[in-house]
């Protein structure tokens, strides 16, 4: 018995030696449009820069997305459970696209919004990999946000399925 006593004294004493390490806080600014001279907030101007230009400027995953339409993988983005108070604007160029009070829990796995600002995006058809989609573009710099379907809720019954990587968000405490 005093056997296993000192085995459980040795075991608390050991667990409160260990240090713990410290909790990352991920900021959700976008630190790679500092070295975007094309991001504005304010500027509303429509871009033409090319793909050349944005591949130098832009991250990898950012540039893939963006400008070549691919997807992040589902249930990985940083905005798919998010929950804030703000707005969402694109990564690409700084372009107002949502308000956060459009975003919904959609299970998809990916950041869904069943409105989106209409001076913010425009709209294509997309035939890619035998289906038939709606693509999102931004309207400032024609960057591929994701995709549009008519599976969501009201008021418009819209579900725009985003790429959070397209997406950067800035909450009403932040301005």
């Not at 990564?91 to 913010?120: I, M, Q, Y």
């Amino acid at each position: 018995m005093k056997f296993l006593v000192s085995i459980i004294i040795l075991i608390f004493l050991q667990a409160c030696k260990q240090k713990q390490q410290p909790i990352k806080i991920t900021s959700m600014e976008n630190t790679d449009a500092k070295n975007n001279p094309y991001y504005s907030r304010t500027d509303t101007t429509k871009l033409n820069v090319s793909n050349d230009e944005w591949k130098r400027i832009l991250a990898h995953d950012l540039y893939a997305i963006a400008r070549e339409a691919a997807t992040e993988r589902a249930f990985t983005g940083k905005y798919n459970e998010f929950d804030e108070v703000g707005d969402y604007y694109c990564a690409v160029c700084g372009n107002h696209l949502f308000r956060s009070t459009s975003k919904f829990a959609s299970s998809c796995g990916w950041p869904s919004f069943f409105e989106a600002d209409k001076e913010g995006v425009y709209y294509k058809r997309d035939q890619t990999y035998g289906m038939d989609r709606v693509e999102v573009l931004c309207k400032r710099c024609d960057s591929h946000l994701g995709h549009v379907f008519d599976d969501g809720p009201k008021p418009t019954g819209l579900r725009y399925c985003m790429n959070s990587v397209s997406l950067e968000f800035v909450g009403d405490s932040q301005k």
